[in-house]
């Protein structure tokens, strides 16, 4: 009796054995199959709706196409070296066959980009344009370039303020970073709608993407012009930071605030009454169509020069308000 209470003990243990062997290696098989992919794209960031927004679209997209692909992305938008060191690392992997990027600044993933042509290894322009000039004179490429028509976004939001503005007003702009081309774009389309409309830009400075120097920047504005009526900023990180010095002004209801992006904070303050605006862009679909070019280049064996034609893949925005 013993003897068979042991068996029956023996014959629990090996197959509570034979069951964590085989949870083990399920866990394996999973980790290895999330390691075969041969599409990567790195993002700026992972911080703000956009991003993750962009991010959901290339997962979408990956899974409506049958690939898998990898994402990573900068620890900040002043990490430029580090992003710079992810897409190094992804292009001595070895395993890519074509990585997207979205850059910090037009010249930081320059040498990873160089390097990854050499190798065979397509790039993808995501967003923010790289120095196509500069890339050139180092032998580089990309298939293409993914990004809203920031200048089209630019007139989007001033024509906002243009319609619910009397004629002639004082206006103001809070720009992205120095040297950023989708910032600049930004800028330069809101500016150009201003002065076509007759509007006075009477201020037009960076803040870095960051809200509490575009705080400052609109305490700034508000303190020196005292007739200004709408600021339009370049992005809604921005866009809050003036509401907020708007509010601490005293002035919700006297002065316009415009943003970009559609970030899901910025709608909500829209239907509080303290943003007017923000124009959002697609980033799921600026990442969807990003890595179907990049599978298209693999399938169709494109040609890697850098004498090449880049394409522009334009992806469209829209008013959001109240």
């Given at each position: 009796?013993?003897?068979?209470?042991?068996?029956i003990?023996?014959?629990?243990?090996?197959?509570?054995?034979?069951?964590a062997v085989?949870?083990?290696?399920k866990?394996?098989?999973?980790?290895?199959?999330?390691?075969?992919?041969?599409?990567?794209?790195?993002?700026?960031?992972?911080?703000?709706?956009?991003?993750?927004?962009?991010?959901?679209?290339?997962?979408?997209k990956?899974?409506?196409?049958?690939?898998?692909?990898?994402?990573?992305?900068?620890?900040?938008?002043?990490?430029?070296?580090?992003?710079?060191?992810?897409l190094?690392?992804?292009?001595n992997?070895?395993?890519?066959?074509?990585?997207?990027?979205?850059?910090?600044?037009?010249?930081?993933?320059?040498?990873?980009?160089v390097?990854?042509?050499?190798?065979?290894?397509?790039?993808?322009?995501?967003?923010?344009?790289?120095?196509?000039?500069?890339?050139k004179?180092?032998?580089?490429?990309?298939?293409?370039?993914?990004?809203?028509?920031?200048?089209?976004?630019?007139?989007?939001?001033?024509q906002?303020?243009?319609?619910?503005?009397?004629?002639?007003?004082?206006?103001?702009?809070?720009?992205?970073?120095?040297?950023?081309?989708?910032?600049?774009?930004?800028?330069?389309?809101?500016?150009?709608?201003?002065?076509?409309?007759?509007?006075?830009?009477?201020?037009?400075?960076p803040?870095?993407?960051d809200?509490?120097?575009?705080?400052?920047?609109?305490a700034?504005y508000?303190?020196?012009?005292?007739?200004?009526?709408?600021?339009?900023?370049c992005n809604?990180?921005?866009?809050?930071?003036?509401?907020?010095?708007?509010?601490?002004?005293?002035?919700?209801?006297?002065?316009?605030?415009?943003?970009?992006?559609?970030?899901?904070?910025?709608?909500d303050?829209?239907?509080?009454?303290?943003?007017?605006?923000?124009?959002?862009?697609?980033?799921?679909?600026?990442?969807?169509?990003?890595?179907?070019?990049?599978?298209?280049?693999?399938?169709?064996?494109?040609?890697?020069?850098?004498?090449a034609e880049?394409?522009?893949?334009?992806?469209?925005?829209?008013?959001i308000?109240?």
């Amino acid at each position: 009796m013993k003897r068979k209470k042991l068996s029956i003990l023996s014959a629990l243990i090996a197959a509570t054995m034979v069951f964590a062997v085989g949870c083990g290696s399920k866990d394996s098989n999973d980790s290895k199959s999330s390691g075969s992919a041969e599409y990567a794209i790195i993002l700026k960031t992972q911080n703000s709706d956009f991003w993750v927004q962009m991010k959901e679209g290339i997962e979408a997209k990956a899974k409506e196409l049958g690939v898998k692909v990898d994402i990573q992305s900068a620890q900040s938008e002043e990490d430029t070296e580090g992003q710079l060191k992810i897409l190094e690392n992804m292009v001595n992997n070895g395993k890519y066959k074509a990585i997207g990027v979205a850059p910090l600044s037009p010249v930081n993933l320059i040498p990873g980009v160089v390097q990854a042509n050499e190798k065979g290894i397509y790039v993808m322009n995501i967003d923010e344009k790289i120095d196509m000039n500069q890339l050139k004179a180092q032998g580089g490429s990309v298939i293409a370039f993914a990004t809203t028509d920031n200048v089209a976004v630019g007139k989007k939001g001033a024509q906002y303020i243009i319609d619910n503005v009397p004629a002639g007003s004082e206006v103001a702009i809070i720009e992205g970073k120095a040297g950023n081309a989708s910032g600049e774009d930004r800028r330069d389309g809101a500016r150009q709608a201003f002065e076509a409309a007759g509007l006075k830009v009477v201020a037009s400075l960076p803040a870095d993407w960051d809200r509490q120097k575009a705080l400052d920047v609109a305490a700034s504005y508000i303190q020196q012009y005292p007739n200004l009526k709408a600021i339009y900023a370049c992005n809604d990180g921005m866009a809050l930071g003036a509401v907020q010095a708007v509010q601490n002004a005293d002035k919700i209801g006297q002065i316009i605030v415009v943003g970009t992006d559609g970030d899901k904070e910025a709608v909500d303050s829209i239907q509080q009454g303290l943003l007017s605006a923000t124009v959002a862009q697609d980033p799921a679909g600026i990442g969807a169509a990003s890595l179907e070019a990049m599978v298209e280049a693999v399938k169709n064996k494109a040609e890697i020069k850098s004498d090449a034609e880049v394409k522009t893949i334009p992806i469209d925005s829209k008013l959001i308000k109240k």
